[in-house]
């Protein structure tokens, strides 16, 4: 093959992957991998049959994937790079600070959340992170400035998350906010956001599939190790536990990839843009697999559901459509 016959090749294969039907198919894929955590925990619980008040045993979960999540990323990133993909000396620090940050910090407040709230609320107050994330970036790691746009995005997300935790009043009054469950979700949130600051700032110098990959391992045998320590145990009841516990793992480490490969062939916001199908799929897979129908269609939570994906579409809208980079 020539050189010319080679750009095409390349050429094709980019088009491919920036054709917008394709980037928002995988986009719809990878949100539905994401939006299927909160009701893959909650079976998870079920089939280990493993208590709200198992603490150690909780993370002992988590750990396990994380640790398979870190171990499918990798080897994911490397079949794709054609090259087995290792860390540098250099870059340990910052996935040791990552993994103690995104995956030991935020995991262990989203596996109490969703053992101790439903996945519907789960789903929705986790969409705040997205918000979260904007003033993070803007007020502590100093990434971006504020615009107008962002703060109307902001305020109109947020709206959506004191919506579904029973506005003001219920926030006064205690009643529709409980710290193990929904407190830990909004504790989870912070994690969040301040890791994806992380990530974007570390990313300037390393692999983003490598830094994934590697503080995904590496918090899951944290987790692993501090829930072994504490005692807790995880019974494989029947062959359905370990589907469960590959399909969790599969969800960090194939969405990740995939949204990896469509943020390096497409423009950043043409591709966050399209996050708001995340706590959509996360509202309609618990209603689905949960039974939490009456909850995820009554009024206020679709409202707030609304508001939320209404908030993400807004910060993340350009007004132009950027050319691929």
Request: a positive charge.
């Amino acid at each position: 093959m020539n050189t010319a016959d080679e750009n095409n090749a390349k050429k094709g294969f980019r088009i491919r992957w920036d054709w917008f039907p394709v980037t928002f198919l995988i986009a719809f894929f990878c949100c539905f991998l994401w939006g299927s955590a909160s009701p893959a925990i909650k079976i998870a619980y079920q089939l280990f049959r493993i208590d709200s008040a198992d603490t150690a045993s909780r993370i002992l979960l988590a750990g396990s994937r994380f640790t398979l999540a870190g171990c499918m990323t990798i080897i994911f990133g490397s079949l794709l790079s054609g090259r087995f993909l290792r860390p540098e000396k250099s870059s340990v620090p910052r996935i040791l600070l990552l993994a103690l940050v995104q995956t030991v910090g935020q995991y262990y407040f989203f596996f109490m959340a969703l053992a101790n709230t439903s996945g519907v609320r789960g789903s929705i107050i986790n969409a705040s992170g997205n918000f979260l994330a904007i003033l993070f970036a803007v007020y502590i790691f100093r990434l971006e400035k504020m615009t107008l746009r962002k703060l109307l995005g902001c305020v109109i997300g947020f709206a959506g998350i004191l919506l579904v935790l029973g506005g003001v009043q219920g926030l006064v009054s205690g009643g529709a906010l409980r710290l193990e469950g929904e407190g830990a979700m909004l504790a989870a949130t912070v994690f969040y956001a301040a890791s994806g600051c992380m990530i974007k700032i570390f990313s300037r110098e390393e692999n983003p599939v490598v830094l994934s990959g590697y503080q995904f391992f590496l918090g899951g045998l944290i987790l692993l190790a501090v829930g072994a320590l504490m005692g807790g145990r995880l019974v494989f009841n029947s062959p359905s536990c370990a589907f469960n516990l590959l399909y969790m793992g599969f969800i960090s480490a194939g969405a990740y990839t995939l949204w990896g490969i469509l943020l390096k062939y497409n423009p950043v916001s043409k591709v966050s843009i399209l996050g708001f199908i995340n706590p959509i799929m996360g509202v309609l897979l618990s209603a689905l697999f949960l039974h939490e129908g009456g909850e995820a269609f009554s009024a206020k939570n679709i409202l707030a559901l609304l508001l939320v994906c209404i908030g993400i579409v807004v910060v993340n809208f350009t007004g132009h459509r950027s050319r691929s980079s």
